[in-house]
């Protein structure tokens, strides 16, 4: 069974920056994407960004230019760098592993609110 811990939510001002974290334990088997999505209230839960093993990154257009996500494999960890952040953007954020065995694995959210 995969863990998922996600840090770094919180509340920001317009145009201010935040840095997600999510590390991933508890698996003998290699992890080949990991990624960002987040569901706003009332709304349903949206690709934010995702990042394959080798790099290759795929963003939404709603975030592309403001959000930078990195990984370091070797920690297993997952980074989401938001930065220009918009009254938009609140939502509980999730992080998403996806093994190359096809198992899929979410962490438990963590909220992101930017005020106006």
């Known amino acids: 069974q995969v863990q998922l811990v996600e840090s770094g939510g919180g509340l920001v001002q317009a145009g201010g920056s935040l840095r997600l974290s999510c590390a991933a334990s508890?698996?003998?088997?290699?992890?080949?994407?990991m990624g960002w999505y987040r569901q706003a209230p009332g709304k349903q839960r949206e690709l934010v960004a995702t990042?394959?093993?080798?790099?290759?990154?795929n963003y939404a257009d709603s975030v592309k230019v403001r959000f930078t996500i990195s990984r370091d494999n070797a920690k297993n960890t997952v980074y989401l760098q938001m930065n220009s952040l918009k009254p938009e953007d609140t939502a509980v954020y999730y992080c998403?592993?996806?093994?190359?065995?096809?198992?899929?694995?979410w962490g438990q959210g963590t909220q992101v609110t930017v005020s106006s």
């Open positions: 998403n592993a996806d093994l190359f065995i096809g198992n899929s694995y």
């Open positions: 990042i394959t093993r080798g790099g290759i990154t």
């Open positions: 508890g698996t003998r088997f290699t992890i080949n994407v």
